[in-house]
T-cell receptor
Framework: SQQGEEDPQALSIQEGENATMNCSYKTSINNLQWYRQNSGRGLVHLILIRSNEREKHSGRLRVTLDTSKKSSSLLITASRAADTASYFCATAADTGRRALTFGSGTRLQVQP | DTAVSQTPKYLVTQMGNDKSIKCEQNLGHDTMYWYKQDSKKFLKIMFSYNNKELIINETVPNRFSPKSPDKAHLNLHINSLELGDSAVYFC????????????FGPGTRLTVT
């Protein structure tokens, strides 16, 4: 199966609530990245966390990484309708493979 | 200024035709990529070029041929188009490969009829 499985596949919340998305992967990584894709648009990089980091913040985003469980989570606090999008995790393996492997994505719907 | 641009944005064509998608980045990056996103939104790497040199060539039919005339451009040519080629194709670029973030173009939606 593919590297980078995301959970849940879809998430619907109300504006102001927090949204948590999870990503699991299979191989050892150099870093893990989160991207957002608005409908009909390209992917936009949100945050990168390296294998020696456990937590990272950027504005309303908080990312955690647990390399022992091969998992990561993305928390969006105080969500807004504009956060409605698909969110993807992507891993860079530490094997020297020079490509990111993307997960299947989580579709987030924030109801106003 | 657009960082990574692709043309065309939409491409509708018939089976058997040959088509090209162009990509340009003005970020000064040394690595460029082509991804295919299927109807289930799964994004898969197809090719990667570093300084005009092909470094990744995933299991892609040889009907797909990338061409990088210079560091800022990576074009994708597809011969004998098939129905299964219908997808959204994204170009991306980065500096120092996978160790930093990638910048994506807006995508080209290819529909083969």
């Amino acid at each position: 199966s593919q590297q980078g499985e995301e959970d849940p596949q879809a998430l619907s919340i109300q504006e102001g609530e927090n949204a948590t998305m999870n990503c699991s992967y299979k191989t050892s990584i150099n870093n893990l990245q989160w991207y957002r894709q608005n409908s009909g648009r390209g992917l936009v990089h949100l945050i990168l966390i390296r294998s020696n980091e456990r937590e990272k913040h950027s504005g309303r985003l908080r990312v955690t990484l647990d390399t022992s469980k091969k998992s990561s989570s993305l928390l969006i606090t105080a969500s807004r309708a504009a956060d409605t999008a698909s969110y993807f995790c992507a891993t860079a393996a530490d094997t020297g493979r020079r490509a990111l492997t993307f997960g299947s994505g989580t579709r987030l719907q924030v109801q106003p | 200024d657009t960082a990574v641009s692709q043309t065309p944005k939409y491409l509708v064509t018939q089976m058997g035709n040959d088509k090209s998608i162009k990509c340009e980045q003005n970020l000064g990056h040394d690595t460029m990529y082509w991804y295919k996103q299927d109807s289930k939104k799964f994004l898969k790497i197809m090719f990667s070029y570093n300084n005009k040199e092909l470094i990744i060539n995933e299991t892609v039919p040889n009907r797909f041929s990338p061409k990088s005339p210079d560091k800022a451009h990576l074009n994708l040519h597809i011969n004998s188009l098939e129905l299964g080629d219908s997808a959204v194709y994204f170009c991306a670029s980065s500096t120092r490969g996978v160790f930093y973030e990638q910048y994506f173009g807006p995508g080209t939606r290819l529909t083969v009829t």
